[in-house]
């Protein structure tokens, strides 16, 4: 059963931006936080960014200041809008929904994946 539908991966010049987006379902979208976790080729993966069920956020310190997390509860969706792109920042971006300690803290204790979306940063 799929859990996300990811979207807005694709392949974007050094400084540019990409927009990725999550749609999940009602009932998981409500009761865990959401996030993206990445993984580059021969290197550990990584959590980028989460956003609680009341819309507290956290970001890795290699994208703060250039990534913004963010919840849409209409369409139940997650956003990461990626800017001032790296090729660091190449990778396959997963939608995660992880345990929530309280609605404004998340634990990494992920229970739902998507499939992954490409983004790669060249010149």
């Known amino acids: 059963q799929v859990q996300f539908v990811e979207s807005g991966g694709g392949s974007v010049q050094p400084g540019g931006s990409l927009r990725l987006s999550c749609a999940a379902s009602?009932?998981?979208?409500?009761?865990?936080?959401m996030g993206w976790y990445r993984q580059a080729p021969g290197k550990q993966r990584e959590l980028v960014a989460t956003?609680?069920?009341?819309?507290?956020?956290t970001y890795a310190d290699s994208v703060k200041g250039r990534f913004t997390i963010s919840r849409d509860y209409a369409k139940n969706t997650v956003n990461l809008q990626m800017n001032s792109l790296k090729p660091d920042d190449t990778a396959v971006y997963y939608c995660?929904?992880?345990?929530?300690?309280?609605?404004?803290?998340?634990?990494?204790?992920?229970?739902?994946w998507g499939q992954g979306t490409q983004v790669t940063v060249s010149s």
């Open positions: 009602k009932s998981i979208f409500s009761a865990y936080c």
């Open positions: 956003v609680s069920t009341q819309g507290t956020t």
């Open positions: 995660v929904a992880a345990q929530a300690r309280n609605p404004w803290t998340c634990t990494t204790t992920t229970n739902y």
